[in-house]
């Protein structure tokens, strides 16, 4: 149905009504002039751009290349988890592909943040695993360079897929006796590059989107208990999609109400249980959760993000998370 949707929300600001993808050095201003557009994600508005000059406003070949590059994140979900050796890894894929949960980024033009950098994301994991897994001295550093690259072209979408590096680690962690810096060291340069893009898209959220203000003005406590409640919600979500709302109601936050603290102290419990019976139960479920949990930390409330003037939570939050979570669930 998406293919017959047309334009919503910010798809104006983003799109339809943004002189930047119009201008004739529309390029110069998309890569070096961060407050020409809404965001800095240069590469979501290079697509737009093409986009734009290939089908100028129609809606439906927006929504064609968000839906060709959900589908694509599906197959290479699927591939990704065969090489992990997984079972059900095709189910796993097909499920992702049809889950109810991923359909607001499909189907929302403005979301090529989350389809774009999903697939780069995935395709990153893909394009690692036979370098970070291989046994010996032969480790294929070409691999390690097109994961490199995909990964920051992934974080130059949508800085979400900073959560790919603790990813990868995990990965390795899950499959070696135990972690050498020969599994960590090439690792550090996607958690530099990783950390340093997500603080500037933090910085630029509160300084010219617009997160700052009585409305996100929250403790440290406030933000334990919002990403306590929030970890369960996206789990709920991810097993049981079922009354989705493009907004959800924003919940209250008081540090005082003692049964707040229940949601983060039993998300730190089941942590802590994995860990304690890893192994006897083997490491996988404990990688995957942390895995989940990783995909999800920009947006659990630690940094302002403006959507949380509206709410906490967003099925588009959960884009990324949906391939950890759908292969646990599986």
Same mark, same amino acid.
Request: net charge positive; glycine share 14%.
């Given at each position: 149905p998406a293919l017959r949707a047309g334009f919503i929300w910010d798809d104006d600001a983003y799109l339809t009504h943004n002189p930047t993808l119009t201008a004739p050095d529309a390029l110069r201003r998309i890569w070096f002039t961060p407050r020409n557009s809404p965001q800095y994600y240069p590469m979501v508005f290079t697509v737009l751009y093409v986009e734009r000059a290939l089908w100028g406003f129609s809606p439906?070949?927006?929504h064609a290349v968000n839906i060709f590059l959900?589908? %694509?994140? %599906?197959?290479?979900l699927w591939l990704t988890l065969r090489r992990l050796k997984l079972p059900g890894a095709m189910v796993a894929g097909l499920i992702f592909a049809l889950h109810p949960v991923a359909a607001e980024s499909v189907a929302w033009v403005t979301e090529l943040k989350n389809t774009l950098a999903g697939f780069l994301a995935i395709a990153t994991v893909y394009m690692y695993l036979p370098f970070g897994l291989a046994q010996g001295q032969t480790r294929g550093w070409g691999r390690y360079a097109a994961a490199l690259a995909l990964f920051i072209l992934a974080m130059l979408s949508k800085t979400v897929a900073c959560g790919v590096a603790p990813v990868l680690l995990l990965i390795l962690?899950?499959?070696?006796?135990r972690l050498t810096r020969r599994d960590v060291d090439p690792l550090l340069p996607f958690f530099?590059?990783?950390?340093?893009?997500?603080?500037?898209? %933090?910085?630029l959220e509160v300084k010219y989107v617009g997160a700052f203000g009585p409305d996100f003005a929250f403790n440290p406590g406030d933000r334990l208990l919002i990403a306590g409640r929030a970890l369960w919600f996206y789990a709920g979500k991810t097993l049981w999609p079922f009354h989705l709302a493009f907004f959800y109601r924003r919940w209250g936050i008081d540090v005082r109400v003692w049964w707040q603290w229940l949601f983060p102290l039993a998300a730190l419990?089941?942590?802590?249980?994995l860990w304690k019976v890893r192994r006897r139960t083997g490491k996988g479920i404990l990688a995957a959760l942390a895995a989940f949990a990783a995909l999800l930390f920009p947006a659990l409330g630690f940094f302002n993000v403006?959507?949380?003037l509206f709410s906490f939570v967003a099925d588009h939050f959960a884009y990324l998370a949906?391939?950890?979570g759908i292969p646990l669930a599986t």
């Open positions: 439906t070949g927006f959900h589908g %694509a994140s %599906a197959i290479f962690w899950w499959k070696r006796e530099i590059i990783g950390a340093g893009l997500g603080l500037l898209t %933090a910085r419990a089941v942590f802590l249980l403006y959507p949380m949906l391939m950890a």
